[in-house]
C-alpha cells in the first residue's frame, strides 16, 4: 500500500484536484449535450414574410436554432392572412408558434386574444430594448425610418430643390410622378398619418391627409416593394413616401434615391416597428423565447440592418453600424438621441377597418 508521503505517492491535493477535474469534465460534457438536445424533436413554425426576409432569417436567426436540436417551418404570408389561420384554429393547435407583423397590424393583433405575454427574463438581449418596444405580449425587433424618398438626379434635371414638405410634392413637374403606399400597407398608414399633421390633422383626424393625397393625384399607390421600385427604375415615379432603406437597395441597384425627412409634430420623419410575439396555445413556447432572444443579438440585428436598411433595435448593433458603414449612418436615426427626435405615431389610436373604409371612399373613389 502506498502511504501519503511516501516516494509514489501522489499528493492529496493533487487527487482532489484530478477527482474535481474529471467531475467538471462530465458536467461540461453533459451540459453540452444538454444544450445540443434542448429542442430535439421540436419544429417550430415562425409566421414571416417571404422573399428576402425570410431568407436573412434563415441564414442569421436559425442555425442557432438548429444547434440546439431544433428544426424551423416558415409559414409565408400578410400578417393578418397569418392572423386568420390563428383565429380559424381556436380551441385547437395552434398551426403557428411565433408570429411576426408589422406597427399597423398591432391592434388587431392584440385584440384577437392569440398572444402569448412574455417572460423578459428568460429574454437576454431585450435587456437593451427601449421600454415601449417592449410589451406584455409583443416586443419589437427592428424599426423603420419613413420619408419622401426620391430621386435625386431626376429632381436635378429639372431644376427641384429637394422636397422638405410633403407639399413640395404638388409641384407641376412631379404631376404624375409622385407615389404613395396603399393604406393596407405599413408604408400606406404612415404615409397617411404625416401629411395629416402637416395639414393640421393627426392620429385621430386623418382627413386632412386624405383630401391633401387627393390634391397630390399619385400616379400610383404601391401595394407592393417591387412594384415601387420597377417605378423609380423605369423613371415613371420621382418621389414616394418610402422608407429609408429602400434608398440603400435603390442605390444598390443603380437608382439615384435619397431621403427627404419633413417635419411632423416638432420631429422628422415617421418611425414604425416590425414586432415578434409568441403564439397562445404553442407546445413549443421555450423554442419561440429562444428564436426571439436570438432574433435580438447583436450579429443578427448588424447583418439585418445592414443588408435590410433598418435601424436595429439592439443599441450596440446600432451603434456598430453607425462606425462601420457610413452610408446606412447617413440615412438612420442609429444613436440614441438620433432615435428620439423621429416622430413615432400611436398607432393603437386608429381604427384600422374604419380607416379603409374611409380610404376608399376618400382616396380611391375621388
Not at 393604406?183 to 404615409?191: D, E, L
Not at 392620429?203 to 391627409?209: K, S
Not at 403564439?279 to 443579438?297: C, E, T
Request: charge should be neutral.
Amino acid at each position: 500500500m502506498i502511504r501519503p508521503g511516501l516516494p509514489g505517492s501522489p499528493p492529496r491535493r493533487a487527487v482532489v484536484t484530478g477527482v474535481l477535474g474529471a467531475t467538471m469534465g462530465l458536467l461540461r460534457t453533459s451540459a453540452a449535450r444538454s444544450e445540443t438536445a434542448l429542442f430535439d424533436g421540436v419544429t417550430l413554425r415562425v409566421a414571416t414574410w417571404g422573399g428576402t426576409w425570410m431568407q436573412l432569417l434563415q441564414q442569421l436567426v436559425v442555425p442557432d436554432l438548429e444547434r440546439s436540436g431544433a428544426k424551423v417551418e416558415f409559414v409565408l404570408g400578410q400578417p393578418n392572412d397569418n392572423l386568420a389561420k390563428l383565429i380559424a384554429a381556436r380551441g385547437q393547435r395552434p398551426p403557428i408558434d411565433l408570429i411576426e407583423y408589422s406597427e399597423n397590424d398591432r391592434t388587431s393583433m392584440d385584440g384577437a386574444g392569440v398572444l402569448e405575454p412574455i417572460d423578459y427574463a428568460r429574454l437576454s438581449n431585450a435587456r437593451d430594448v427601449p421600454a415601449n418596444f417592449r410589451l406584455s405580449n409583443m416586443v419589437a425587433n427592428s424599426s423603420t425610418l419613413d420619408g419622401i424618398v426620391f430621386n435625386a438626379a431626376k429632381y436635378r434635371e429639372a431644376g427641384l430643390p429637394p422636397p422638405r414638405t410633403y407639399a413640395d410634392l404638388a409641384h407641376p413637374a412631379l404631376r404624375d410622378r409622385v407615389a404613395f403606399g396603399d393604406i393596407t400597407t405599413p408604408q400606406g398608414v404612415k404615409g397617411l398619418i404625416a401629411i395629416a399633421y402637416e395639414n393640421g390633422g393627426s392620429e385621430t383626424n386623418l382627413q386632412p391627409g386624405m383630401q391633401a393625397i387627393v390634391r397630390l393625384a399619385p400616379r400610383t399607390f404601391y401595394s407592393t416593394w417591387t412594384q415601387i421600385l420597377a417605378q423609380f427604375k423605369s423613371g415613371d415615379v420621382w418621389a414616394a413616401h418610402w422608407h429609408a432603406g429602400w434608398v440603400v437597395r435603390g442605390r444598390q441597384a443603380g437608382v439615384p434615391l435619397d431621403l427627404a425627412l419633413p417635419r411632423i409634430a416638432g420631429k422628422q420623419g415617421v418611425l414604425s416597428n416590425t414586432w415578434l410575439s409568441p403564439v397562445k396555445g404553442s407546445a413549443n413556447g421555450n423554442a419561440a423565447l429562444a428564436f426571439i432572444n436570438d432574433y435580438l443579438s447583436l450579429q443578427p440585428q448588424i447583418e439585418l440592418g445592414r443588408r435590410n436598411g433598418i435601424r436595429p433595435i439592439n443599441q450596440e448593433a446600432a451603434d456598430r453600424l453607425a462606425q462601420d458603414d457610413k452610408e446606412l449612418a447617413a440615412l438612420l436615426p442609429l444613436s440614441r438621441n438620433a432615435l428620439a427626435g423621429i416622430f413615432y405615431p400611436d398607432i393603437a389610436k386608429i381604427d384600422m377597418d374604419a380607416l379603409i373604409d374611409q380610404w376608399n371612399r376618400t382616396v380611391l373613389h375621388s
